[in-house]
């Protein structure tokens, strides 16, 4: 298909496009407070009332305009969120060892990073699971892209084993991610920079390797440049 893209749109927008790689962050429920979320609003509703450029197709300016709100939105995530469960390492523990669990297996993984409140990582689904998983699409009302199905897939399983961990019920994650698509290979490492610096950025550690629940950690471990795929590690 036409560079397989699929564009959706419900609270935020998704897009997956064949063989590129997807940038997901998925928020803590309850990790934006008030005056954050009224922040957010304002934002989307400026950034909306813009008029689009002539040389960007829709999708492409919704994706622009997703990128300006991110940068808000992991901001106040970084200093202000007032639920920081994964501080927890057992918590914390449970994400990153699912991120690493099917690596190799049914997606490349690029980077990852385990926040207080939230959690980014990159990758890109392996074509012939791909392909398998969208056969099993085929005969479902509600079919997912292998980008959803992988996202989702982490979602639920660390959700319910948080919960399990911590004495927690209900919705542990916020319902919608934020996510786009590494167009080319330098925006797939600028990508990697950020989620790897984070834990910088926010004053949690002085260098990204010193950080226990990141890719920077492993890939410093092991010797592995950034861009090249991060193994399936114990």
């Known amino acids: 298909m036409n ?76 200093g202000e969120s007032p639920v920081t469960h994964l501080r927890d390492d057992r918590l914390a523990k449970i994400v990153a060892d699912a991120f690493l669990h099917f690596a190799g297996e049914r997606y490349t993984l690029f980077a990852f990073v385990v926040m207080p409140s939230h959690h980014h990582w990159v990758f890109l689904p392996d074509p012939t699971w791909a392909e398998q998983f969208l056969a099993q699409q085929q005969d479902k009302e509600k079919k997912r892209t292998p980008r959803e199905g992988i996202s989702h897939s982490i979602q639920s399983f660390t959700g319910t084993q948080c919960n399990r961990a911590r004495g927690g019920e209900g919705a542990f994650w916020q319902a ?22 984070n834990p910088v950025v926010a004053g949690l550690v002085d260098r990204a390797e010193d950080f226990q629940w990141s890719s920077a950690r492993i890939r410093s471990k092991l010797g592995i440049q950034a861009g090249e795929p991060v193994p399936k590690v114990a």
């Open 3 to 78: 560079e397989g893209k699929v564009f959706r749109r419900r609270n935020l927008p998704h897009i997956d496009v064949e063989g590129k790689a997807s940038f997901i962050t998925a928020c803590l429920d309850g990790s934006l407070p008030a005056a954050g979320l009224k922040r957010i609003r304002a934002h989307r509703d400026e950034f909306d009332q813009r008029k689009k450029p002539l040389d960007l197709s829709d999708a492409d300016w919704e994706m622009k305009k997703h990128k300006l709100l991110f940068k808000l939105v992991d901001s106040i995530l970084d």
């Open 176 to 197: 919608e991610t934020f996510d786009h698509y590494a167009r080319d290979q330098e925006e797939l490492l600028r990508i990697i920079h950020y989620i790897e610096q």
